[in-house]
């Protein structure tokens, strides 16, 4: 089975009104418009992203990975390998692990949205578990409605109230800032598919555990 790739995406009204169409308008899923507490900076500027590193970030090893919370592809691998990458590199501290969404669609935005609301990293890996662990059940149907109530409710969960949600939905200049950056990200980069993996600075696609060991291990020496 091919990994999901952007060139699938790409082309169609999905991937790029997964911006404007909230910094411009009333969405029309949560009907919220950005709020005068959210609006850009006085010169125009968009916010700034945070990056959300994981385990010691002075590491000699730097592993990016470059994924998209409605991809199955992407929710295999934290499922599967990322666990093990965690267990025996990120926790013992051997690298720093750098994760970056990729947006084909709305609803990946959305979640990306709530689970960077906080700009608290573990808030934001806590709550990207959850979607990983659950995609299949927010992501059921594919009614956007129902899609934004399932996040609501998980972000409900995970600790955030309505106010809290309502601010992260309607932050029309933060989904502007996420999608110009995953944009510059992706091209810089060149990344064309989900899930792909920068270890200091070399594009690799998905792999097993071993293959990854090996060349971690290799980097580490």
């Not at 125009?44 to 990016?64: F, K, S, T, W, Y």
């Not at 025996?88 to 969404?101: L, P």
């Not at 932050?171 to 200091?200: H, M, V």
């Amino acid at each position: 089975m091919k990994r999901r790739t952007l060139l699938a995406a790409a082309g169609g009204a999905a991937l790029i009104s997964g911006a404007g169409w909230l910094a411009s308008r009333p969405d029309p899923v949560t009907g919220l418009l950005p709020g005068a507490a959210n609006a850009q900076s006085t010169d125009g500027a968009l916010p700034e992203v945070m990056e959300m590193v994981m385990g010691n970030p002075d590491a000699a090893v730097e592993v990016i990975e470059y994924a998209s919370y409605t991809c199955p592809h992407c929710a295999s691998f934290h499922a599967d390998q990322f666990q093990q990458i965690k267990e025996n590199y990120i926790d013992t501290d051997k690298i720093r692990f750098v994760y970056r969404e990729v947006y084909f669609d709305r609803p990946g935005l959305w979640a990306s949205m709530i689970a960077r609301s906080q700009n608290n990293p573990d808030f934001f890996f806590s709550f990207s578990g959850m979607l990983y662990e659950q995609q299949r059940e927010w992501l059921a149907g594919g009614d956007p409605v129902v899609i934004v109530e399932n996040l609501r409710r998980m972000a409900k969960v995970a600790g955030l109230d309505d106010a809290a949600l309502d601010a992260a939905l309607s932050n029309g200049p933060k989904a502007e800032a996420l999608y110009t950056w995953y944009q510059a990200n992706a091209e810089r980069d060149g990344i064309n598919s989900t899930p792909s993996f920068l270890i200091d600075g070399r594009l690799y696609s998905n792999m097993a555990y071993p293959e990854f060991a090996n060349v971690l291990d290799g980097r580490i020496g």
